[in-house]
Each structure stands twice: as C-alpha cells, then as structure tokens.
Nanobody, 121 residues
Framework: QVQLVESGGGLVQPGGSLRLSCAASGSSFSVYAMGWHRQAPGKQREWVATITSGGTTAYADSAKGRFTISRDNAKNTVYLQMNMLKPEDTAVYYC???????????????WGQGTQVTVSS
C-alpha cells in the first residue's frame, strides 16, 4: 500500500512563488517517474511537469521557464517550485507517481489528493 501526501499550496499574489511537495510512503514499493498535474475550475486535468527516476525533466509550455520540478529519491519526494505565478495558474495541483508494489513487475500510477493553489491580487 502506498500513499502520496502533498503540501505547500496556498494563496499567493501574481508574480509570487510557491513550492509544492509530495512524498510517497508505504512499504515494499519502488518509485519510478513522478510528476504534477493541475485542474482549474470547469477545465480538464492538465499535465504540468514530469521527472524520471534518472532526473530527466519535461514541462508543459505553460510551465516552462517559470516552474521547476525536482526530486529527492532518498525521501521518495517530488517538488514543484513555482515562480512568477499568474492568475491562470490557479488550480488544484495533483502529484502523480509511477510505483511498483511488491513483486508486481509493471508500474502503476498513483495520485495524491490534490492541493489548492490560488493566485489572486
């Protein structure tokens, strides 16, 4: 059994910064790729950024140049540093991890519960 626990969301003014964290916990599991998605009111969930187990990163156009994804493999934790935030960044941000549990050979996607980010003046 694995759980993803997120933190770091909140209210920030346009141009401000927030740092999101997501830690995977449980037993007998291995974490592969990790990433962040977001869902604004009335819109579909949107991919934001991904980082592989080897540290390779990828970003959506909306995040490139402003957001940075990173990870601490020893802590099974992924981070999203968000700078130069805009009102259109307002959304619920969800952590996602590719995880293998026990002897199961194929990774399965696990999702966090989401954390609210509100950018408003």
């Amino acid at each position: 059994q694995v759980q993803l626990v997120e933190s770091g969301g909140g209210l920030v003014q346009p141009g401000g910064s927030l740092r999101l964290s997501c830690a995977a916990s449980g037993s007998s599991f291995s974490v592969y790729a990790m990433g962040w998605h977001r869902q604004a009111p009335g819109k579909q969930r949107e991919w934001v950024a991904t980082i592989t187990s080897g540290g390779t990163t990828a970003y959506a156009d909306s995040a490139k140049g402003r957001f940075t994804i990173s990870r601490d493999n020893a802590k099974n934790t992924v981070y999203l540093q968000m700078n130069m935030l805009k009102p259109e960044d307002t959304a619920v941000y969800y952590c996602k991890s590719q995880i293998v549990i026990g002897p199961l050979p194929q990774p399965k996607d696990y999702w966090g519960q989401g954390t609210q980010v509100t950018v408003s003046s």
